[in-house]
């Protein structure tokens, strides 16, 4: 007998049906629920009312669905109910792995039920209900992981959006406490504003890999680290590249966030380089301008990864800005437009903080070129990169250029 006719005329063992046994649905429901509790480890940390409502209703239907496949009965409104069932699991927070298993150890249980007064003669019947028990199997499974997943996915959606509301009115300067007690969250009163880019992962690259699935991927790390470390108060607006993050000045304090960049590169599995600027929430969006040209900057100059406050680059931003300053600033180097290997050598050593050993492993020379490259930097601008005077003034020229 195939399954599909066991399906259609019902398993009977020892004369009477097989579902027998399940079909006081109240008082087995009860005996599986209180087995799920003792056996099932995740079970046993669930609120009380999720168990003595939903485990148990849901274990009813399962039950339901499982006496009308074995007697040959259509299931489409039972598992129309189970789906119903995950779904609201997926908005409760219930583990996905602990509902499916408890259906496992449900079906162990019943199994054992109906077979219990299975005798030799029952085998060929044992056989196909094994094979039945499978397929009811396969469908409470699937039922319960496709609703699951579906659901959680609008969940994850609306708490996007519930993110998104307060964090683009905070930048855009328009946060209501409406809003805030809207989407349930606190509006504090000032913000440490990080803006990160976020560089490529080199599986991005990679022809035989799918670089959007590589990039989705390493922006859920990320996002995921930022909820871990910051809980739901962080505010993001990030892409695959980048983006913003408001951060309460008390979560985390301020000498932790050098270690909250770290881990996010860490999450990531890339270098992260971020620039932060601290302001009262009525001045977050000016910050998060200030924040992000700080950043701008900061790749400009080719800095290391890292994270980057903008009092420590006050100097750097404002030989930046434009106007004559910056541009007698940027012509003291001049007289190096003819000779780039010595352009390159002053920007690797100031960026390797004057240390001619790694300058010379970064350019592939000896330390004795550095040195005598450095002596020509100095014959060609008349400023010494030996001493603090031209060095200085060396280093701000150099700033200036960039930006000139």
Known sequence: MTVSEAMRMGLTVSGRPMSAPLQDVRMVARQM??????????????????????????????????????????????????????????????PIDTILHSIH????????????????????????????????????????????????????????????????ALLSGHPTSTMARECGIDIADAYSVVALVIPKHPDERHPMLDG?????????????ELATRCGEQALAMLSVDGGTILIPTTRPASQALDKLVAQLSAAAHVPVTAAVVTAPVVDVPEAAVR????????????????????????????????GPGRDILGSLLDPLDAHSELLETLQVHIRNNLNRQRTARVLHIHTNTVDYRLRRIGQLTGLDPTVTSGLWRLRSALIARTFG
Request: one cysteine or more.
């Open 33 to 94: 629920v209180a087995h799920f509790v003792d056996n099932v480890v995740p079970c046993a940390t669930l609120p009380g009312d999720i168990i003595a409502g939903d485990v148990t209703a849901a274990t009813r239907v399962c039950l339901e669905l499982s006496v009308s496949m074995l007697d040959g009965k259509d299931v489409t409104a039972k598992t129309d109910r189970l789906a119903e069932a995950a779904a609201g699991w997926a908005r409760e927070g219930v």
């Open 105 to 168: 150890e449900g079906f162990k249980l019943g199994m054992d039920l109906v077979v219990a007064n299975a005798t030799v003669e029952d085998y060929d019947t044992v056989v196909d209900a094994a094979k039945l028990v499978v397929e009811m199997l396969d469908t409470m499974s699937s039922t319960a992981a496709r609703s699951y997943v579906r659901e959680h996915k609008a969940v994850v959606s609306e708490h996007h959006n519930a993110v998104h509301t307060p964090t683009s």
């Open 212 to 224: 959007k699935v590589v990039a989705r991927r390493k922006l859920r790390r990320l996002q995921a």
């Open 291 to 322: 924040a992000h040209e700080v950043l701008d900057m900061v790749a400009r100059l080719k800095c290391v990864p890292g994270l980057y406050r903008f009092e420590d680059m006050a100097l750097e931003y404002q030989l930046t800005r434009p």
